[in-house]
């Protein structure tokens, strides 16, 4: 069973920037994606990044892309979401998911970690 563990959540400031981290351990897929689904109070969970382990391309939504840069440490199976010029519409539970053959959906989910963005 693949556990994903998400690390890095918190109080941050409007204009900031901040790291998160999401650990696989014990992950041996091959060919699989690691995506990013954030969940703002009241609202559907929606994807905001996501990043192939096979040629490392990366995708991102409209709301993030220029802000927000997926990236990944194979040997570690950490992937990583950096994230710049924070407002308070970024407030969400940040959840990283596995996908974990191409073509399945997300299959896996972490628990999930709090950003909360206030001045």
């Known amino acids: 069973e693949v556990q994903l563990v998400e690390f890095g959540g918190g109080l941050l400031q409007p204009g900031g920037s901040w790291r998160l981290s999401c650990a696989a351990p014990?992950?041996?897929?091959?060919?699989?994606?690691i995506g990013w689904f954030p969940q703002a109070p009241g609202k559907e969970r929606e994807g905001v990044s996501c990043?192939?382990?096979?040629?490392?391309?990366?995708a991102y939504a409209d709301s993030v892309s220029g802000r927000f840069t997926i990236s990944r440490d194979s040997a570690k199976n950490t992937t990583f979401l950096q994230m710049n010029s924070l407002n308070s519409e970024d407030t969400a539970i940040y959840y990283c998911?596995?996908?974990?053959?191409?073509?399945?959906?997300?299959?896996?989910w972490g628990q999930g970690t709090q950003v909360t963005v206030s001045s």
């Open positions: 990043i192939s382990s096979s040629d490392g391309s990366t």
């Open positions: 014990g992950s041996t897929f091959v060919d699989y994606a």
């Open positions: 998911t596995l996908s974990s053959a191409r073509g399945r959906g997300w299959d896996y």
